[in-house]
């Protein structure tokens, strides 16, 4: 069972994006949710394997941008 336990807005700076991102992402099916009084909660699992999907994309992005530099000064 999914823990629905973190808000829009924590998982918008958690993720270093907006809260309309977030919904996009609630719309795309990135993201499965759950209201409850209101609010909006989303699954923490989820959210985390976003995070770290990011996480790697970044390094991955990082270390060619080093290559590329690496590479031009020689």
């Keep these: ?3 629905y336990s973190i808000t ?4 918008a ?3 270093g994006v907006s809260t309309r991102t977030i919904d996009r ?4 099916g990135k993201l ?3 209201k409850v009084a209101n609010k909006v909660l989303l ?7 976003l995070k770290a999907e990011f996480s790697t ?3 991955q992005v990082t270390s060619e941008r080093s290559e590329e530099r690496r590479v031009g000064k020689e």
Excluded: P, Q, T
């Excluded at 699954?43 to 394997?49: L, T, Y």
């Design 1 to 3: 069972m999914k823990n």
């Design 8 to 11: 829009r807005e924590k998982a």
């Design 13 to 15: 700076i958690e993720l």
């Design 25 to 28: 992402y609630v719309k795309g």
């Design 32 to 34: 499965s949710y759950k």
């Design 43 to 49: 699954a923490r699992d989820e959210v985390e394997a």
């Design 57 to 59: 994309l970044h390094s």
